[in-house]
Every structure is written in structure tokens, then in C-alpha cells.
């Protein structure tokens, strides 16, 4: 089957309504969570803010303090907006702006990315994941790259490659700095989690998202409600917002905030943290102007068995393990072939707790 990417569907001559294959209420596999969506701009200004800064304080209260509010963020929202991190805006708006560029190459020079597999290094692709045989799609083209161990990048651009780099090396430092803090917010040391997970070999990609102009875009959803593997994705986008979490029941939207990366805690953090951090569900809803998001999902390395920490703070008699160990490689390609239905990937390795087995 010859598969159209949704920005060349966006851009046929006339469109004036989205092609019903599009249309939400055509996914049957899942139904949409009974969620309020809450546009309140006091919601909004809820998400935890993080200065990345505070987290190399040389004054231990400020030190202190800059741990916790990152252990609760994780734990309260599993996703929070960091600020201060380090980045030059310069390099961010280069990286969206060369990615840019090539989801407006020719389709013929993009689909020589296809990719058969779910491992292969570079992928562009539509929908949610073409591995999967969808006949129902989401408004969104993506190019998915593994940056580490080994980087992977397309030669087009022409300075695709050499941005990419120098923002995959800084955003790497920020992500281990983070987990250390996150390590640390949870009483264990500092090194237990890149020891046991093997993050030097940490496994790395980054998912670039296009979501064309749309039309009609409440008919739409850009990418489908799903949690991340992973310990932590780091993520920008250029100014135009659409990104919803769910939080206390509801969806919120979360809107960009200039030159601040956005976090979140993936489900393999949930799973060393024995669900204390929460791997939370999200989704992408479409606009009337394109957007562009880019995340980098830092994740364990592909052979590391993921289970709970084995620290006493974080298995014992009164919390008992959740979640079966699993290696890391056997998880994304449970993930990445599972059938979309609205539910995160984690329900199938959690233990049944005991009060359920009463
Ligand atoms: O576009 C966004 O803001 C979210 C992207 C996302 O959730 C993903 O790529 O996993
Ligand atoms: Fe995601």
C-alpha cells in the first residue's frame, strides 16, 4: 500500500474537510477517556516549573530544596517545564528549524527513510506507528532517530546532522543530571540508577513530530493518549501549543513556554521507582498552523534487566515489587507492536496486588 504522509493530505489542492480515515471517533480500538479538557489558564500555570540551575547549587538548603521539588513534580504531575537548563535558545530554534526543513523536503527524499523494523535507526513514517497495521490515522508525520549508543541522523538537511549532534551531546548532560537529582530525591545514591540501568550504554531516540495545518482540527487527534518508554523525555516545540496531560482525571493543556524544555517521567522510571513516579498519559491535539515537536526519550540500556531499585527504600515488606522485571529491548518491542487502546504499555507487566488477589 503506497502510504500518504498527513502533510502531503493537508496540502492537496482544495481541502476544506479532513478525509474521514482521520476522524477520531474512527479509532475503535480504543475509546477516548471521559476527560474534561481544561483550558483554564490558572491549570495551565499549574505545571511544576524546575530551574535547572539549583540543581548544582552551592548552598545545600537551596540544593535541598531544588531535589525535592524535582522528586515531587515527578511524583505529583510526571511531567514538569525546565527552565535555566543551559541550552543556547539559538541551538533549540536551529535544531526546530533544520527539522523544519526536512519534513519540507520532497516525500520521495523522506520516505527513503521508511524503515522496515522496529529497530531501525533512522524512520520516517505518519500516524502513530506505522509497524502497526492501522487503516485509521492521526495527523502527524514523524522521523524517529537512535542517537545513542550509536547516533544515527538523515544526511538532509545539510546541517541536520551537525545541529543535531551538538544538541543530542547537551541534552544528554541535562537528562543525566536530572536522574541523578531524581535518584537522589528518592533517598537512594546518586549512582544506584545509572549503575543498575547501564546508562553510559543508555539507549537514546528522538521522536521529531510534524502535525500539519488543519482544517478541522476537533475532528483530529495528532498522536492517540499513550505514556513513554523510558526514564525521561526531554522535549521542545516551536510556539504553537497542543500537547495534553492528564492530570487528577482531567486533560490539560500544557502551552510552550519560550526557550524551557519540557520533562517527562517514562515508564521505566515508574518502573525502578515501583510506581512512585508516574509514567502519565498524554496526547497531541492539531491546529489550524503546523506545529513541531521534538522529543529525546533517554531510556536504559537494551540488554538492562528493569525492575524495581533493589534499595530497601523502594521494595520491602510494605511495598512489595509492582512490576516483573523485563529487559529493556523485550519492552519496546512489546510496546511498539502492541495494539493501540488507550492504555500505557505498563498494565501488562504490573503485578496483580494483593488486595486484588483477596
Ligand atoms: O507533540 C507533543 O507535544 C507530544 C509528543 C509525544 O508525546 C511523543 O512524541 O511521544
Ligand atoms: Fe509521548
Known amino acids: ?23 477520531v471517533d474512527n ?16 491549570d495551565d500555570s ?26 515531587r513534580a515527578c511524583q505529583h504531575w510526571g511531567f514538569f517545564m525546565l527552565v ?17 526543513e526536512f519534513f519540507l523536503m520532497p516525500e520521495e527524499d523522506k520516505w527513503k527513510y521508511k524503515g522496515e523494523n522496529v529497530f531501525d535507526p533512522i ?13 485509521n490515522f492521526y495527523w502527524r508525520d514523524f522521523l524517529k532517530l537512535s542517537l545513542h549508543p550509536q547516533f544515527h541522523s538523515p544526511d538532509q538537511p545539510n546541517n541536520f546532522r551537525e545541529v543535531l549532534r551538538d544538541y543530542c551531546d547537551k541534552s544528554r548532560k541535562v537528562a543525566r543530571m536530572l536522574l541523578s537529582g531524581i535518584s537522589e530525591s528518592l533517598g537512594l545514591e546518586k549512582e544506584l540508577m545509572e549503575k543498575s540501568l547501564d546508562l553510559d550504554s543508555g539507549f537514546e531516540l528522538l521522536v521529531a513530530n510534524y502535525y500539519p495545518a488543519c482544517p478541522q482540527p476537533e475532528l483530529v487527534l495528532g498522536l492517540p493518549p499513550h505514556s513513554d518508554f523510558g526514564l525521561l523525555t526531554l ?16 486533560w490539560i493543556n500544557i502551552n510552550p513556554i519560550p526557550n524551557s ?50 534499595s530497601p527504600l523502594i521494595q520491602n515488606e510494605r511495598l512489595p515489587p509492582l512490576y516483573l522485571p523485563k529487559e529493556y529491548r523485550e519492552y519496546v518491542e512489546m510496546q511498539q507492536t502492541k495494539p493501540l487502546d488507550g492504555k500505557s ?12 488477589m483477596l
Open 345 to 356: 504499555c505498563l498494565d501488562q507487566i504490573k503485578i496483580n496486588s494483593p488486595s486484588k
Open 261 to 310: 524544555i519540557l520533562v517527562n517521567t517514562g515508564d521505566h522510571l515508574e518502573i525502578f521507582t515501583n510506581g512512585k513516579y508516574k509514567s502519565v498519559l498524554h496526547r497531541a491535539i492539531v491546529n489550524k498552523e503546523a506545529r513541531i515537536s521534538i522529543g529525546i526519550a533517554n531510556c536504559p540500556a537494551m540488554n538492562a534487566i528493569v525492575s524495581p531499585a533493589d
Open 123 to 135: 524512520k520516517y513514517g505518519t500516524s502513530f506507528n506505522y509497524t502497526s497495521n492501522e487503516t
Open 27 to 42: 479509532h475503535h480500538n480504543y475509546s477516548l477517556p471521559a476527560a474534561i479538557i481544561d483550558t483554564n489558564d490558572d
Open 235 to 250: 522535549l521542545i516545540q516551536n510556539d504553537v501549543g497542543g500537547l495534553q496531560i492528564q492530570h487528577n482525571g482531567k
Open 84 to 100: 535555566n537548563h543551559g541550552i543556547e535558545e539559538g541551538l533549540m530554534e536551529e535544531l526546530i528549524g533544520v527539522t523544519n
Open 46 to 71: 499549574l505545571i511544576p516549573i524546575i530551574d535547572f540551575s539549583l540543581l548544582s547549587s552551592e548552598d545545600p538548603h537551596q540544593l535541598s530544596k531544588a531535589i525535592q521539588d524535582l522528586g
Open 1 to 23: 500500500m503506497l502510504i500518504t504522509s498527513a502533510k502531503e493530505v493537508a496540502e492537496l489542492p482544495n481541502l476544506k474537510a479532513v478525509p474521514s480515515n482521520y476522524y
